[in-house]
């Protein structure tokens, strides 16, 4: 069964409607992929009353003016929240731009000292919550490590007190974990994942596809090959439509001072 993010993501949302705040995002070049993702946080912000600005730079601007930028967002009192959206162009130090970012208006929360959690770890997080009840005890297989879900989630998991297995690419019989727990978070961003990494019986298991890839037709999909998927013992979160909508929406609930762990 698909679990309707959507709905999940419009109950995060609620949480920040009405709240005063204004997201920032500063985007540099014109990539198309950043262009949909932005007016998806811009309607996301509207939905709820929080106003958004996009601050669009060119594509070869330089670091200071970024900088420059950002210090003027920083200081200025009517924003609540400022985000870089990555990716940027490939000579640019991003973790040195995010940084840049005060704490307090982190809401991405990709510094690990920002007063907000990153935003997918915690949507998720908060999504096993509404479908499990209590993470106390439960098993936890996260695949891939990245910075900025597989690694904070680590941490995130244990301080519900699930028990937490941590694999990666170099992960001997990977399928022997993924079988096993009650939840698998998958963040590799390479679909492979079949029916042969989950088992049948024993159990319902939830899967939470945080990965984004393209598939060899170039439609945009997650970790799981769905279609090869038997999802009568399984509770699926779907790509697209899926952990990117959680993301988006704790986004706009930090922008709105609202922190959902
Ligand atoms: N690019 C793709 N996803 C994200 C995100 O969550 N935050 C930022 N800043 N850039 C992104």
């Known amino acids: 069964m698909f679990v309707d993010c959507k709905s999940y993501a419009n109950e995060i949302l609620a ?29 996301d912000c509207e939905k709820v009353g929080i106003d958004c600005n996009v601050f669009k ?31 940027l162009p490939t000579y640019m130090p991003e973790d040195h731009i995010c940084q840049r970012i005060a704490l307090s208006k982190d809401v991405d929360g990709f510094n690990p000292q920002s007063d907000f959690h990153p935003c997918t770890p915690e949507g998720i997080v908060w999504l096993l919550k509404q479908l499990h009840g209590s993470l106390d005890g439960a098993e936890a297989v996260i695949v891939g490590r990245g910075k900025l879900v597989g690694a904070p989630l680590q941490k995130m998991l244990l301080d519900q007190n699930a028990t937490v297995t941590a694999c990666h690419s170099h992960t001997r019989n990977l399928k ?29 298991q939830t899967v939470i596809d945080a990965g984004i890839t393209f598939d060899e037709t170039g439609r945009l999909c997650g970790d799981l090959i769905t279609e090869q998927i038997d999802h009568s013992n399984m509770n699926v979160t779907p790509v697209p439509g899926g952990v990117g909508l959680l993301t988006r929406a704790v986004l706009v609930a930090h922008t709105g001072g609202v922190n959902l762990i």
């Open 15 to 43: 949480k920040a409607k009405g709240r005063p705040g204004a997201l920032a995002i500063i985007q540099v070049g014109d990539d198309p992929r950043s262009d949909v993702y932005v007016r998806g946080k811009e309607r």
């Open 57 to 87: 730079l060119p594509r070869n601007a330089d670091i200071f003016e970024i900088e420059g930028l950002i210090d003027q967002l920083n200081s200025d009192r009517e924003y609540t929240g400022i985000i870089v959206q990555l990716p």
């Open 176 to 204: 022997e974990h993924t079988k096993w727990a009650d939840i698998v978070i998958l963040a590799t961003g390479k679909h492979m994942f079949d029916q042969s990494y989950f088992r049948t019986s024993l159990g319902r």
